[in-house]
């Protein structure tokens, strides 16, 4: 057999007239050259021709002179007895099929003896089972109108009884091919009718009468060798092998990137070799853009083609390399590889030749991925980080560029992503400082020292004020008045009137300049936090700069500018200043001043008292005494806000009893709300990361379905601080009673807490630091020795700085440490193949190694089909199970004569009668292991 591609995709049509039907549109002399220009026009490479009630052998071999170049298989169009105005039916009949003898068959035995109501080609029809009957005996597919079609299976027996649906599932078994007349009809038949019957391929052809409408409403493509066997081919991959649009997916992929599929493969011997005692190698063999299966019996020569591959496409894994290396090929003094040189073509019709001697070089450009058995072994046994990072490097291939940012890698992604996240958790930290600064502040005052401390003060000042009063002046009786005293009287009054009022306007001033102040200091509080917020304006103003040049975006887009009122405080300050200074020169003004003029008052009043008679005298030194006695009362008694006056300890005493607790309670669960929202930050930062695998994770789904056993991400809020109990410890003062405290088991009660804690559920964790809170909550009266940094020790306990998010890779219930070396090569290879998102070829030296069947087919054999529809894959395999359940494009089977050394290549499709009969070989007779073994070998 000559090496070829194997199975390609082309165009088919599977129903076709000709001017040999009865209702054909052109019957002139040239209708078969027209017809042929037509199919070629279309890059149509095989046709059925299916005419009515006739196979046509000169029709068909005039055809086939026309044309040599496309693929013409005998059939016919029938109309069957089944529904209400006749099924049509068409047969398609193997290409080789002797036609003189199908023909005179089909005439003796269908048209002569089964026909019905034959006086017509309006009325003829067949019983179904004498139509299948044919078929089979000579060896014929058939194909059945469907879905919108005229004449097909859901027009003519309909739903209306549970004897139609049998009859349409009895015709369905005998079928082959479902014909459809549109493209949706494609959906309904994967959605409701593909669900009850076996599936079967959905083709859509052209039904043309006449080569001057030749006008398929869709594409027919059919990846196969373009033979009868391909066709066949199709019944068993009916998704996998059929597809009816404008172009398939990977071909419209290989089209497009024809730089990175290799198009053939070359090796032979130089002219003037070293050693001309044997020839390895003589080969040149054209390479599907799909799958290529390296099959053939141990040391037949499949790793040396994998080899030459890799070192072709300067990958840099050569040194794993089984052949090509300096024990074997290229072993001294012989070195046979000098001898030879390789050459590989692209799609793109570039050349790279390459001596099989010359070493690698480390800053080549790889343009494939080549895995050498010997690779894979070494990455899977690695115990350090090495097969975590080749497994980083597959997952950051996968996320899309537009999500990478500056990234360079799995990590700086991670970094970038998360930076939000922990700008939130410095936020909330210095929050959780100011408030642990006021919860420690109320715990001094929950404590009963506290308490008595403040009654004590109370006491001591009613004592002083019970003692003031003791203290207060004798009273002195008015002196009676004499009638000439009254201007005294008069003057007396009006001097202490203007004395009052001033008294009460330098208080009024007074307090006046005290609220000033207190603005003052408000305003410039508020300045403060404005200067920081213009720093870290201004910081990320910078960074939006760097955006703007970095991306060249418009920066008219993003003019903002940050609009304060500092102006408009800063202008308050100085108003305020202005009228502080005005205040304070109403009262200290030498001349004017409410001081100046007091002063000025109580003089003239001294000196008229002096001029009053020794009563008077003794009177008014009472009342200035008795002034002076009650402004030392008032401010024994004070106010809430006077500290040391009996007012300010009652409304202590009052609000420990009725406010304290209620503050601090808020308190506690404002700080327990900081908590939980950090640990929400937590779980959105490994929602972040999950994020990152989430849709490699979907792809994993997609390929192994439910597995048990299957390959998962998990990311995992966890403890990362492995000193955690000692950090703890080193907080708690060791000298005094209490939990955790004075105990040879301390360390280990906290260890044991710590375990009891599953810190990746929230209120276990809430119930955790609430623990660690009791260490201080439970003895609040001995705290400050207890727990001498207590702030420091909220701050750790609450801040949550000892909680973070781990990320497992598991196969099933274990993680990636508990596999075995050859279930990491599994996982190694689902990256590779699966989720990848290069596009140059992958070579793969036989992946199925320590693997049992089953994991192949459930784990492995997804991937590969996978990858397939994205690159070119090159799996070298000593089990040609993988390419029947792969469904492998083209075969390529070695083997070597032991005598002269020389190794050969023979390619082509699975559908091969000769490739089969290699692959059974290959398996010593045997039939492969998995499901499609009875289809493919059959």
Same mark, same amino acid.
């Given at each position: 057999?000559?090496?070829?591609r ?11 007239h000709?001017?040999?039907?009865y209702?054909?549109?052109?019957k ?7 017809l042929? #220009?037509?199919? #070629? ?10 005419d ?12 086939r ?9 005998p059939?016919v ?6 529904g209400?105005n ?8 193997p290409d ?11 005439d003796a035995?269908m048209?002569?003896q ?23 005996d ?11 079609k ?10 209306a009884?549970?004897? #139609? ?15 459809v007349?549109?493209?949706?009809d ?6 409701? /009718?593909? #669900? ?5 391929p ?10 001057n ?7 027919l493509w059919?990846k196969?060798?373009l033979t009868f066997?391909?066709?066949?081919? =199709?019944l ?5 092998r059929?597809?009816?649009?404008e172009?398939?997916p990977?071909?419209?992929?290989t ?6 599929n290799? $198009?053939?493969?070359?090796c ?7 050693n001309?005692?044997?020839?390895? *190698? ?5 390479l ?10 141990k ?10 591959i890799?070192?072709l =496409? ?5 040194e ?7 024990k074997?090929?290229r072993?001294?003094?012989k ?5 030879y %040189? ?5 799609l ?9 001697? /010359? ?7 790889e ?5 050498p ?11 350090g &980080?090495?097969f ?5 490097k597959?997952?950051?291939?996968? /996320? ?15 970094r970038?992503?998360?930076k ?8 909330e930290?210095?929050k ?9 502040k ?7 020292e506290?308490?008595?401390k403040?009654e ?10 019970e ?11 008015k ?17 202490n009137?203007e004395?009052?009022e ?18 003052i ?7 403060a ?5 213009q720093t ?33 405080l800063?202008?308050?300050i100085?108003?305020?200043e202005k009228?502080?200074?005005e ?16 002063k000025k ?12 008679n020794v009563?008077?005298k003794?009177y008014?030194?009472?009342?200035? &005494? ?12 004070g ?6 006056s ?7 005493l ?5 406010k ?9 669960e404002?700080?327990?709300?900081i ?13 972040i ?10 792809e ?11 390959v998962?991400?998990?990311? %995992? /809020? ?5 000193n955690? $109990? ?9 000298r005094?009673?209490?939990?955790y ?16 804690t ?23 009266e001995s705290?400050e ?13 609450f ?7 781990? *990320? ?11 596999l ?6 599994i996982v ?12 140059k070829p ?6 199925? &190694?320590n ?13 590969i ?10 799996i ?14 083209q075969i ?14 023979? $390619?082509?499709?699975?559908?091969n ?17 998995f ?8």
């Amino acid at each position: 057999m000559s090496n070829n591609r194997g199975s390609e995709w082309n165009r088919w049509d599977l129903h076709l007239h000709t001017a040999s039907s009865y209702d054909y549109k052109y019957k002139a002399d040239d209708a078969d050259e027209l017809l042929c #220009k037509a199919l #070629k026009d279309n890059k149509i490479k095989a046709v059925a021709i299916t005419d009515h009630f006739i196979i046509d052998k000169c029709r068909i071999e005039n055809l086939r002179s026309i044309a040599p170049e496309i693929v013409f298989f005998p059939g016919v169009e029938l109309r069957t007895d089944k529904g209400a105005n006749n099924l049509h039916l068409i047969l398609i009949f193997p290409d080789e099929s002797d036609l003189s003898t199908l023909s005179a068959d089909f005439d003796a035995i269908m048209l002569r003896q089964k026909a019905k109501s034959k006086d017509s080609n309006e009325t003829i029809y067949w019983e179904f089972g004498d139509i299948v009957e044919f078929a089979n005996d000579h060896n014929g597919l058939i194909s059945i109108h469907a879905g919108r079609k005229t004449n097909g299976i859901e027009k003519e027996i309909g739903h209306a009884l549970p004897v #139609k649906d049998a009859i349409k599932s009895d015709i369905a078994d005998k079928i082959h091919f479902f014909e459809v007349g549109q493209k949706r009809d494609i959906s309904d038949y994967e959605q409701f /009718v593909f #669900k009850e019957i076996e599936r079967k391929p959905l083709i859509m052809c052209s039904d043309s009468h006449s080569p001057n409408e030749y006008s398929p409403k869709e594409a027919l493509w059919i990846k196969a060798e373009l033979t009868f066997s391909g066709l066949k081919q =199709c019944l068993y991959q009916p998704q996998e092998r059929v597809f009816i649009g404008e172009i398939p997916p990977v071909l419209d992929r290989t089209n497009k990137n024809k730089q990175s599929n290799i $198009s053939s493969i070359s090796c032979f011997r130089i002219e003037s070799p070293i050693n001309d005692d044997s020839e390895w *190698f003589k080969f040149e063999l054209p390479l599907n853009p799909s799958m290529v299966a390296i099959i053939g019996n141990k040391g037949s020569g499949k790793s040396a083609f994998s080899d030459i591959i890799g070192h072709l =496409c300067n990958c840099s894994t050569m040194e794993s390399a089984s052949f090509l290396n300096a024990k074997r090929f290229r072993k001294a003094p012989k070195n046979y590889a000098d001898d030879y %040189e390789a050459a590989l073509i692209w799609l793109d019709g570039k050349k790279d030749v390459k001596k099989l001697t /010359v070493s690698q070089n480390s800053s080549s450009i790889e343009n494939a991925q080549y895995l050498p058995q010997k690779y894979i072994e070494d990455v899977c046994n690695d115990f350090g &980080d090495v097969f975590q990072k080749e497994i980083d490097k597959v997952i950051f291939s996968y /996320v899309d560029k537009s999500e990478r940012g500056d990234a360079q890698n799995l990590d700086d992604l991670i970094r970038i992503k998360s930076k939000p996240l922990e700008i939130q958790f410095q936020d909330e930290r210095i929050k959780l400082q100011e408030i642990n600064e006021i919860i420690i502040k109320l715990e001094a005052k929950k404590t009963n020292e506290y308490h008595k401390k403040i009654e004590e003060h109370l006491k001591k000042a009613e004592e002083i004020l019970e003692r003031h009063d003791k203290s207060k002046p004798k009273e002195v009786t008015k002196p009676d008045q004499q009638e000439s005293d009254t201007k005294y009287k008069e003057k007396l009054e009006k001097l202490n009137q203007e004395i009052q009022e001033k008294k009460d306007l330098i208080k009024k001033a007074t307090d006046k300049i005290a609220e000033i102040n207190s603005l003052i200091n408000d305003i410039k509080i508020v300045i403060a936090k404005i200067s920081l917020l213009q720093t870290q304006f201004g910081e990320v103003k910078d960074t939006i700069s760097d955006l703007i040049n970095k991306y060249k975006l418009n920066e008219t887009d993003f003019v903002f500018e940050l609009t304060t009122p500092q102006a408009i405080l800063e202008e308050l300050i100085i108003k305020s200043e202005k009228e502080k200074e005005e205040i304070q020169a109403s009262i200290s003004d030498e001349q004017k001043g409410f001081s100046s003029q007091l002063k000025k008052a109580e003089t003239e009043k001294e000196k008229l008292i002096s001029s009053a008679n020794v009563e008077e005298k003794i009177y008014q030194k009472y009342l200035s &005494d008795l002034s002076e006695w009650n402004d030392k009362r008032l401010s024994i008694i004070g106010d809430k806000d006077t500290e040391e006056s009996i007012e300010y300890y009652k409304n202590e005493l009052d609000y420990i009893s009725t406010k304290l607790e209620s503050e601090y309670k808020a308190l506690i669960e404002e700080r327990y709300s900081i908590a939980k929202r950090l640990y929400n930050g937590i779980t959105k930062l490994s929602k972040i990361y999950q994020s990152i695998y989430t849709p490699i994770q979907g792809e994993i789904a997609k390929l192994l379905g439910d597995l048990e056993d299957g390959v998962m991400f998990h990311a %995992e /809020v966890f403890m990362k601080d492995h000193n955690l $109990s000692q950090n703890i410890l080193n907080y708690i003062n060791q000298r005094y009673n209490g939990k955790y405290g004075r105990s040879h088991n301390s360390l280990q009660e906290i260890e044991a807490r710590i375990k009891e804690t599953d810190f990746g559920n929230e209120d276990s964790v809430i119930s955790f630091v609430c623990d660690m809170e009791n260490v201080i909550t439970s003895e609040l009266e001995s705290a400050e020795n207890r727990v001498p940094k207590r702030q420091e020790f909220y701050d750790f306990i609450f801040g949550l700085k000892y909680i973070g998010v781990n *990320f497992k890779l598991r196969m099933g219930k274990r993680s990636l440490e508990e596999l075995s070396p050859g279930e990491r090569g599994i996982v190694l290879l689902i990256f590779y193949l699966a989720l990848s998102k290069e596009n140059k070829p992958i070579i793969i030296d036989q992946p199925e &190694d320590n693997l049992d069947n089953q994991s192949v087919y459930s784990k492995l054999v997804p991937c590969i089909c996978r990858a397939k529809q994205k690159r070119q894959v090159i799996i070298v395999t000593h089990n040609p199970n993988i390419a029947v359940a792969c469904d492998a494009e083209q075969i390529v089977f070695c083997e070597k004569n032991s005598d002269s050394n020389e190794i050969r290549y023979k $390619s082509g499709a699975i559908e091969n009668p000769i490739i089969r009969k290699h692959v059974v070989d290959v398996l010593e007779g045997t039939m492969p292991a998995f499901d499609l073994r009875r289809l493919k070998y059959d």
